[in-house]
């Protein structure tokens, strides 16, 4: 039902034919006297009591809630917000005199040149250069520069970085001189917004009761904002047919999805998949674009500036395609052009060495190589 809302003007005016109605005697409501002031006084009360009443009809509603009152509402149903979820990517230690091997433990700290984001070295015994005993990773004699993955201490937005923010160790490493980051951090996400909440609740009711790729897909996004998965039905991790066999693609962002987080897919979707069926889930295959390509600027001072920018929005692109997306060649172009006005034009476009769109498998993602702009 929807309320007929009145102003100050239009509930003083109400009464004041109300009264002047029911009145057997000339009445004085002039601005100022006292019944015209005692019907303003009245008409104060009754616009609040209206306020009060959109108040609560506002915060018993999943659709008009916000905050904690959506939170509240959602509590009802055993659902409540994911959320934030902390940047990552990988740095680059390096040294000046790589005379004697170095080691650096899980837990070092790195920090941005302003020192207000600071991220933690994490431990990923899918790098060679990892020793599970020792709980680090081993830079040998000889070798100048190792890369590990690191994670942001703060979740959220914040720890989203441009390339070479990384720049401070804040962790003392014995053999270790500087350290960089080659490429952006993205992934960091802020808690969930309200409106991805409402969504997300609407697809909650569409998936009760179901084993439905839809309802596995809830289950998975359920877990963790950001993820990007694919479902393959009636195939088994080779590729190979296999009736009642599915294959769940995941990945976070990174390209390299950890086992905490397989396991909790794997958790996820065996509360809602088919009696008799069999899955996998698997991190996708990451497959590299090393992308040449040519600009035309005005000058060499402007061709440089625009090279960097070029090469920047081409990276970003490419490290953010979900799982199974394609390449294309007119895609690139379109990049570069809008990275920098002062190129005029862009040719020779390769990936890979060749000259056509790249396309991934269906549990493939693309993840940026070389980017070289000419």
Same mark, same amino acid.
């Given at each position: !039902?929807? *309320? ?21 005697? /000339? ?16 008409? +104060?009360?009754?616009? %609040?009591?209206? %306020? ?20 509240? %509402? !959602? ?7 994911? =959320?934030? &979820?902390? @940047?990552?990517?990988?740095?680059? /230690?390096?040294?000046?005199? =790589?005379?004697? +091997? @170095? ?27 990892? $020793? ?12 100048? #520069? ?18 070479? +923010? ?17 490429? =952006? ?33 809830? #289950?998975? @996004? ?31 962002? +990174? ?34 674009? $090393? &992308? ?16 960097? #920018? ?5 990276? $970003?692109?490419?490290?953010? *395609?979900?799982?199974?997306?394609? /390449? ?9 052009? @809008? ?33 070289? &702009?000419?």
């Amino acid at each position: !039902m929807q *309320l007929q809302l009145q102003t100050f003007t239009s509930l003083v005016q109400s009464m004041a034919a109300a009264v002047q109605s029911a009145a057997t005697q /000339l009445l004085d409501l002039t601005v100022g006297s006292t019944l015209r002031a005692v019907l303003e006084a009245n008409a +104060s009360i009754a616009l %609040w009591m209206q %306020w009060l009443i959109l108040q609560v009809l506002q915060v018993t509603r999943a659709s008009t809630s916000s905050g904690s009152d959506l939170d509240s %509402w !959602m509590a009802d149903f055993s659902l409540t917000r994911l =959320p934030a &979820v902390a @940047a990552s990517g990988v740095v680059t /230690l390096s040294r000046f005199t =790589p005379i004697a +091997s @170095a080691f650096i433990p899980a837990g070092t700290l790195v920090r941005t040149a302003d020192g207000t984001q600071t991220f933690t070295v994490s431990a990923a015994t899918s790098y060679p250069s990892f $020793n599970l005993i020792q709980n680090g990773y081993t830079l040998p004699a000889g070798t100048a #520069a190792l890369d590990v993955p690191v994670q942001a201490i703060t979740p959220g937005t914040a720890g989203n970085i441009l390339t070479g +923010s990384v720049s401070l160790l804040a962790t003392a490493l014995a053999g270790i001189d500087a350290v960089t980051n080659a490429h =952006p951090f993205l992934n960091g996400l802020d808690s969930e917004t309200d409106n991805a909440f409402r969504t997300r609740f609407a697809n909650f009711i569409d998936t009760r009761s179901r084993a439905t790729p839809l309802a596995v897909g809830y #289950a998975i @996004a359920k877990i963790q904002q950001g993820l990007e998965y694919t479902i393959q039905e009636n195939i088994d991790p080779s590729g190979s047919q296999r009736t009642g066999s599915f294959v769940v693609t995941i990945d976070d962002g +990174s390209g390299n999805p950890s086992a905490t987080l397989l396991s909790a897919v794997g958790a996820a979707v065996e509360t809602v998949r088919p009696v008799g069926s069999t899955y996998t889930i698997q991190p996708p295959a990451i497959i590299l674009a $090393n &992308v040449a390509l040519t600009i035309t600027t005005g000058s060499a001072t402007s061709h440089i500036t625009a090279s960097v #920018a070029a090469g920047s929005a081409i990276t $970003n692109f490419i490290n953010n *395609l979900p799982i199974g997306a394609s /390449l294309p060649l007119t895609k690139i172009a379109q990049l570069a052009y @809008a990275a920098d006005a002062s190129i005029t034009n862009v040719s020779q476009i390769e990936i890979n060495t060749i000259t056509t769109d790249m396309i991934p498998p269906i549990s493939g993602v693309i993840k940026a190589g070389t980017i070289a &702009v000419n």
